[in-house]
C-alpha cells in the first residue's frame, strides 16, 4: 500500500517562498505518475503540478513561473518549490500518486496524502 506524508507547510508573507516535500513509501516509487493538488476554504480540490515517471511535467496556468516541481527516485520524494506567494494560494495542499500514470486531475489520483496547510498572508 502506498503511503504519502506531506511536509513544509506553513505560514508565509506574500511574495515569499515555500518549499513542499511528498515522502512516498510501499511501493517503487519510480513507477508512479505524482501530482501537488490544493484545496482552499469552500472551493473544490485543484490540480497545482504533476510530474511523470519519466520527469515529464504539467503545471497549472494559476502557478506557471512561480511553482516548480521535481522528483528524486533515489529518495522517493517529490517536492514542490513555490515562489512569489499570494493570498490566494492559501490552501491545504495534497499530494497525488497514480501507477504508471502522471495525475493531472482530481479523479486520477489512486492514493492521497493527508495534506500540508499554506497560509499567505497579505
Known amino acids: 500500500q502506498v503511503q504519502l506524508v506531506e511536509s513544509g507547510g506553513g505560514l508565509v508573507q506574500a511574495g515569499g517562498s515555500l518549499r513542499l516535500s511528498c515522502a512516498f513509501s510501499?511501493?517503487?516509487?519510480?513507477?508512479?505518475?505524482m501530482g501537488w493538488f490544493r484545496q482552499a476554504p469552500g472551493k473544490e480540490r485543484e490540480f497545482v503540478a504533476a510530474?511523470?515517471?519519466?520527469?515529464?511535467?504539467s503545471v497549472a496556468e494559476s502557478v506557471k513561473g512561480r511553482f516548480a516541481i521535481s522528483r528524486d527516485n533515489a529518495k522517493n520524494t517529490m517536492s514542490l518549490q513555490m515562489n512569489s506567494l499570494k493570498p490566494e494560494d492559501t490552501a491545504v495542499y495534497y499530494c497525488?500518486?497514480?501507477?504508471?500514470?502522471?495525475?493531472?486531475?482530481?479523479?486520477?489520483?489512486?492514493?492521497w496524502g493527508k495534506g500540508t496547510q499554506v497560509t499567505v498572508s497579505s
Open positions: 497525488g500518486a497514480r501507477f504508471w500514470v502522471t495525475p493531472t486531475r482530481m479523479g486520477e489520483s489512486e492514493y
Open positions: 510501499g511501493r517503487t516509487f519510480s513507477n508512479y505518475g
Open positions: 510530474i511523470g515517471r519519466t520527469g515529464v511535467i
